[in-house]
């Protein structure tokens, strides 16, 4: 299993440009999260998804989008791109059953607008 | 009072030492805990779960979970270099979807 993979790993935007983070899970997980992480600030959730066609707002959704069609995928699309946007982005899935919800994160993408 | 709280750090101990980090949280009816380790640079990888009060061993680790006194902690004996690193606690608090809440971490170093 490859577990939870995202591209790009790196990424430079100009201010207003947008873009699409990607992200893919092999384990058959049913949630699946995207997370921004801001230097010494911790975890902040954007958007999670409890299944396909499911999805829903977490704590700083604001310019951003997600979409979820299949299982598997679950991309993060970013509309014109602020410098506040300047962060790492964690793709996460976890199989939620009862009070069981271990997560498992992707490689981070780092993404810098100028 | 955040929903999830760690001491920022750094915390320093010697290697072969036993690391102590401690997480509280403020919703009693919390369920699912967890910690997460996160060199720098890299993404949180989950190294211990723990879901009824007691202890909880892996290995050189040993999550321990007090619901009384709402607080949940993570040992690591015999601490080596290689655990220097970021400690991330995350909760599930009760009811709603299955969404956890993480706190800013603990930075550990471990020195020769």
């Known amino acids: 299993n490859a577990g939870v993979t995202q591209t790009p790993k790196f990424r430079i935007l100009k201010i207003g440009q947008s873009m699409t983070l990607q992200c893919t899970q092999d384990?058959?997980?049913?949630?699946m999260y995207w997370y921004r992480q801001d230097p010494g600030m911790g975890l902040k959730l954007i958007y999670y998804?409890?299944?396909?066609?499911?999805?829903d707002k977490g704590e700083v959704p604001n310019g951003y989008n997600v979409s979820r069609s299949t299982t598997e995928d679950f991309p993060l699309r970013l509309e014109l791109a602020a410098p506040s946007q300047t962060s790492v982005y964690f793709c996460?899935?976890?199989?939620?059953?009862?009070?069981?919800?271990?997560?498992?994160f992707g490689p981070g993408t780092r993404l810098t607008v100028l | 009072q955040k929903e999830v709280e760690q001491n920022s750090g750094p915390l320093s101990v010697p290697e072969g030492a036993i690391a102590s980090l401690n997480c509280t949280y403020s919703?009693?009816?919390?369920?699912?805990f967890f910690w997460y380790r996160q060199y720098s640079g890299k993404s949180p990888e989950l190294i211990m779960s723990?879901?009824?009060?007691g202890d909880k061993e892996d290995g050189r680790f040993t999550a321990q979970l007090n619901k009384a006194s709402q607080y949940v902690s993570l040992l690591i004996r015999d601490s080596q270099p290689s655990d220097s690193a970021t400690y991330l606690c995350?909760?599930?608090?009760?009811?709603?979807?299955?969404?956890?809440?993480f706190g800013r971490g603990t930075s550990l170093i471990v020195h020769p």
């Open positions: 919703d009693r009816g919390s369920q699912s």
């Open positions: 384990m058959n997980h049913n949630y």
């Open positions: 998804s409890v299944g396909a066609g499911i999805t």
């Open positions: 996460a899935s976890s199989y939620v059953a009862g009070t069981y919800n271990e997560q498992f």
């Open positions: 723990i879901y009824s009060n």
């Open positions: 995350a909760v599930k608090k009760s009811g709603g979807s299955y969404i956890p809440t």
